[in-house]
């Protein structure tokens, strides 16, 4: 095995963009660095493992099925997803949008392990189950099929952890930690323990925790929120001989990046060669969470992350060369007779109520229940939008709806703009609409919901494209970056090829109050009146800037 680069290269030439010759020649060898953000795109509360050449990421999705999604990379450039650790979860009826909602819970901050040559996760979804809180699912593959293992106690953003006696741990919470049983069946009762006391300087909110093992060391990453004034949040790190303590602290990284907040909430992880990595989250606004990666360098037993001066880099030297270009957002034809994996449905969706095969080449969407809104519409099929900016279009066969359904194109969240068809009797109307939905905060029954129409049109044909083009570049001012303009636009065309603005540019956001995630693009077709109408969607095109 070769020396590790970070020892034998150049800080320059890892920290990119870098200057002379050197670097210079280093890229003409090498692919484009990767950007930050690394994914410019919903993907909050990471977690990280390296099997082999393959590096695999599960993330939060909470209240979209399937959830708990794995994405994959060999370069940390180019993921995509490749399968989900649950299809639906099924404890409550507020997953399938009755008696309440399950939005901003369901499936949160999972721990991703590979031990034993199976890979493992555990995750404690936020809406109370019926029969214990936290999951624990094995698989072969990461691909899946997963199996629940176990079902136990709610434990808050927790990390599995296989030590090298054979012994099992769940750290969570701050700072606390509980042994399960070797067949990981349960915990072991009366070995609940707080490994380490809040120091003086930790007057907010310590969580995400994420446990590694090296050099005989253990290693538990958290953010953290100190609430001091321009210093929203960092990334810290506790440190042990003994699992069970004394542990020390060390913050590992304080530090904004391209105009937005403060970062932190994340892990790292190690290459083959030795080199290691961090990915960290960021709130970027109506984009939602987004990850960046950054070296980890090892400095007195510390896993400091950042460049040499502790910031996350705009670019990072890439791993490898000659990857194929992937992503985790892509156009469909719907050709297939199985959905790909890129989608995901706004809570769980009802089976009968949606086809590939029916008619081949066609998404078809089937109302069901009748309805009042969106918010409360099954089978509503969404993707993440992405930075910069992103144009995602899909084409409509009309034809089949009933009085009083309504179908379209949404930038979809807890406030939605819409492109909305309605069929008001025999006339079908196109609405450019902005919607504002209200939640109980315990339930999360909606209890409200404020529609504003901007601009209505009546269509004299069953097909139309819809299109809708979001925007979340910083905004540039005189003084520095400033968070983006996070604006989504609406067109409709009629022919495929001349489009036209439709309503007013949208203001999109993020309300951890109420849905917890990033703008969506969401395809939806729901019955007022009476059920039995369908759209048919030809394909769903993607662009991103």
């Known amino acids: 095995m070769r020396q590790p680069l970070f020892k034998t290269l150049l800080t320059a030439m890892l920290f990119l963009p870098a200057t002379g010759a050197l670097a210079d020649d280093y890229l003409t060898l090498h692919t484009e660095p990767i950007q930050n953000p690394m994914l410019w795109a919903d993907v909050p509360d990471p977690d990280i493992i390296r099997v082999d050449d393959t590096f695999y990421l599960v993330s939060t999705t909470m209240h979209l099925m399937p959830g708990a999604p794995i994405m994959k990379s060999k370069d940390l450039k180019n993921w995509e997803t490749v399968g989900y650790i649950f299809d639906k979860l099924t404890d409550s009826p507020k997953y399938d949008l009755q008696q309440g909602t399950a939005y901003g819970r369901g499936q949160w901050a999972t721990s991703l392990k590979y031990h034993n040559g199976k890979f493992y996760a555990l995750l404690a979804p936020n809406e109370q189950g019926s029969m214990g809180d936290t999951y624990i699912f094995s698989a072969e593959k990461a691909e899946g099929p997963w199996t629940i293992v176990s079902r136990m106690r709610h434990f808050h953003d927790c990390s599995l952890f296989f030590d090298d006696d054979g012994r099992v741990y769940v750290i969570y919470g701050t700072g606390e930690m509980m042994e399960l049983k070797p067949d990981l069946s349960d915990v072991i009762e009366g070995t609940h323990q707080q490994i380490f006391q809040r120091e003086e300087d930790e007057k907010g909110l310590l969580e995400g925790s994420r446990v590694i093992k090296h050099n005989g060391k253990y290693y538990l990453l958290m953010i953290s929120h100190t609430y001091a004034p321009g210093r929203h949040r960092r990334e810290v790190c506790y440190r042990a001989d003994d699992i069970h303590g004394p542990w020390e602290k060390q913050v590992i990284l304080e530090s904004e990046f391209g105009g937005f907040s403060y970062e932190a909430q994340g892990t790292i992880v190690d290459t083959q060669d030795g080199d290691w990595y961090g990915i960290i989250f960021q709130d970027r606004g109506g984009v939602g969470r987004v990850l960046t990666v950054m070296p980890c360098r090892w400095i007195d037993g510390w896993p400091m992350l950042g460049d040499e001066n502790g910031k996350v880099p705009d670019t990072v030297r890439p791993l490898k060369s000659g990857e194929p270009e992937t992503g985790i957002v892509k156009a469909d034809d719907f050709s297939s007779s199985k959905l790909g994996l890129h989608w995901q449905w706004n809570h769980n969706p009802i089976d009968k109520a949606w086809s590939l095969t029916e008619r081949p080449g066609f998404l078809r969407l089937k109302t069901n229940r009748i309805v009042k809104d969106i918010y409360l519409a099954p089978n509503t099929l969404t993707q ?28 979809f969240n807890s406030d939605t703009g819409a492109l909305t068809v309605k069929k008001l009797g025999k006339k079908l109307v196109l609405e450019m609409n902005e919607l504002k939905v209200a939640l109980s905060d315990r339930d999360k029954e909606v209890t409200d919901v404020v529609t504003k129409t901007i601009e209505s049109i009546e269509l004299k044909q069953s097909k139309v494209w819809l299109r809708i083009d979001a925007d979340f570049r910083p905004q540039k001012e005189q003084k520095g970056m400033m968070p983006g303009t996070d604006l989504a636009k609406f067109y409709y065309s009629l022919d495929g090829e001349q489009w036209t603005k439709i309503g007013s540019d949208y203001k999109m956001g ?11 693009f969401g395809i939806f077709c729901y019955a007022t009146k009476k059920a039995g109408g369908y759209v048919d969607i030809d394909e769903f095109q993607y662009k991103k800037d």
């Open 384 to 411: 993440r939008m992405e930075g910069p900016g992103c144009s995602g279009a899909v084409v409509m066969d009309l034809s089949k709806m009933k009085d009083g359904d309504c179908a379209g194109l949404a930038a």
């Open 510 to 520: 993020f309300d951890w109050r109420r849905f917890f995630m990033g703008q969506k």
